[in-house]
């Protein structure tokens, strides 16, 4: 599976961006999608995610202003961000979760960069 992400950038505090990630290969087994990110000296952490069965999950940080969304037939996970903070600044991961049998494995995009100036 590869993972393309895109949409990232340089937004002033309370303005919004709009990321992408396009999902390809073996794509048929992927269940969950979703974004993480990486501030400086800060560990991984889940932002948002959604199932393929439209299940979705929210960091408390974000409720309310972040909305995930998936597009099952082209492969597609977004994610709006809107009212964005300085604190949101971080490198951006797209995840995929491929399940195989009982095995579940963690596909990752490349990153990409969202600056929130104040």
């Known amino acids: 599976v590869q993972l393309q992400a895109s949409g990232g950038g340089l937004v002033q505090r309370g303005g919004s961006l709009r990321l992408s990630c396009a999902a390809s290969?073996?794509?048929?087994?992927?269940?969950?999608m979703g974004w993480y990110r990486q501030a400086p000296g800060k560990q991984r952490e889940l932002v948002a995610s959604?199932?393929?069965?439209?299940?979705?999950n929210y960091a408390d940080s974000v409720k309310g202003r972040f909305t995930i969304s998936r597009d099952n037939a082209e492969n597609m996970v977004y994610l709006q961000m809107n009212s964005l903070k300085p604190e949101d600044t971080a490198v951006y991961y797209c995840?995929?979760?491929?399940?195989w049998g009982t095995g579940v494995y963690d596909y990752w995009g490349q990153g990409t960069l969202v600056t929130v100036s104040s």
């Open positions: 959604i199932t393929s069965g439209g299940s979705i």
């Open positions: 995840n995929a979760k491929w399940t």
């Open positions: 290969g073996s794509v048929f087994n992927i269940n969950a």
